[in-house]
């Protein structure tokens, strides 16, 4: 899979799976996650979920010291859920494993998605990954606080 990571283009040795197999780093989505989770954790590949805007992050805590790999789902652009789910799991929950925004991703939420606690960035086949890297240097100062703690402009007044 081909991801911006840390403001890198990349491939990872991860995939989006339906099917339990014993190797791979497989990402499930959470609905078979839940319904599997002793099998996928027993494997000896490494195991990462999937949630979107309407699963509480709440609800995969007591996993998290197990998943490798946590990836938010942004089903449309409009959709900015899941820049909160990075934040709780970067500042209330200190989650250090990846943390992976697939879905529809928009070049103008790149910088930010990093600064929420994003480190791998899945954009869609039809988004250029090249042009997208330059996202990361468009913005001196950020308008909003974010999990990175860097000073807001309103903040430098």
Same mark, same amino acid.
């Given at each position: 899979?081909? *991801? =911006?990571?840390?403001?890198?283009?990349?491939?990872?040795?991860?995939? =989006?799976?339906?099917?339990? +197999?014993?190797?791979?780093?497989?990402?499930?989505? &959470?609905?078979? /996650?839940?319904?599997?989770?002793?099998?996928?954790? !027993?494997?000896?590949?490494?195991?990462?979920?999937?949630?979107?805007?309407?699963?509480?992050?709440?609800?995969?805590?007591?996993?998290?010291?197990?998943?490798?790999?946590?990836?938010?789902?942004?089903?449309? /652009? *409009?959709?900015?859920?899941?820049?909160?789910? !990075? +934040?709780?799991?970067?500042? !209330? &929950?200190? &989650?250090?494993?990846?943390?992976? !925004? =697939?879905?529809?991703?928009?070049?103008?939420?790149?910088?930010?998605?990093?600064?929420?606690? *994003?480190?791998? =960035?899945?954009?869609?086949?039809?988004?250029?990954?090249?042009?997208?890297?330059?996202?990361?240097?468009?913005?001196?100062?950020? &308008?909003?606080?974010?999990?990175?703690?860097?000073?807001?402009?309103?903040?430098? +007044?």
């Amino acid at each position: 899979m081909q *991801v =911006i990571n840390n403001r890198q283009i990349e491939k990872i040795d991860w995939e =989006i799976s339906d099917q339990i +197999r014993p190797e791979g780093n497989l990402i499930f989505s &959470y609905e078979f /996650y839940t319904e599997n989770k002793d099998s996928l954790l !027993a494997r000896s590949g490494k195991t990462g979920v999937i949630l979107n805007g309407e699963t509480p992050v709440e609800n995969i805590i007591s996993d998290l010291d197990k998943l490798d790999l946590i990836a938010l789902d942004f089903p449309n /652009y *409009v959709d900015g859920r899941c820049f909160s789910h !990075a +934040r709780l799991l970067r500042e !209330a &929950y200190q &989650y250090e494993g990846d943390i992976l !925004a =697939i879905g529809d991703i928009l070049r103008d939420q790149i910088a930010h998605l990093e600064r929420c606690g *994003v480190n791998l =960035i899945k954009l869609t086949e039809h988004r250029d990954i090249e042009d997208a890297l330059k996202a990361f240097f468009e913005f001196s100062t950020p &308008y909003q606080p974010a999990a990175d703690n860097t000073q807001t402009i309103w903040q430098r +007044r």
